[in-house]
């Protein structure tokens, strides 16, 4: 059975930078995509970054601010965030994206205020 944990949520200032990591119960291949999702209360679960391979794709709302990447080896998926806003707000989720299989963990809350 594939899990996802997140972790590295918690409380930052506006401004502030956090990073998420997301650790796989089994091998992470190239071709797996790789992507966190959040959700806002009220709203939708929404993508904010994947990477397949080395190709990386984000929201808009946070190109420049946060980045995604990879550790296949060490099984592991990190989200660097960077001057954070209120708006980022949310649960942030990871998910692991091939063929059939589409797995999500169970969530990281981020909340962002002074």
């Known amino acids: 059975q594939v899990q996802l944990v997140e972790s590295g949520g918690g409380l930052v200032q506006p401004g502030g930078s956090l990073r998420l990591s997301c650790a796989a119960s089994?091998?992470?291949?190239?071709?797996?995509?790789m992507g966190w999702y959040r959700q806002a209360p009220g709203n939708e679960r929404e993508l904010v970054a994947d990477?397949?391979?080395?190709?990386?794709n984000y929201a808009e709302s946070v190109k420049g601010r946060f980045t995604i990447s990879r550790d296949n080896g060490k099984k592991l998926v990190y989200l660097q965030m960077n001057n954070l806003k209120p708006d980022d707000t949310a649960v942030y989720y990871c998910?692991?994206?091939?063929?059939?299989?589409?797995?999500w963990g169970q969530g990281a809350q981020v909340t962002v205020s002074t």
């Open positions: 998910n692991l994206r091939y063929g059939q299989l589409d797995i």
């Open positions: 089994v091998n992470i291949f190239s071709f797996y995509t």
């Open positions: 990477i397949t391979g080395g190709v990386t």
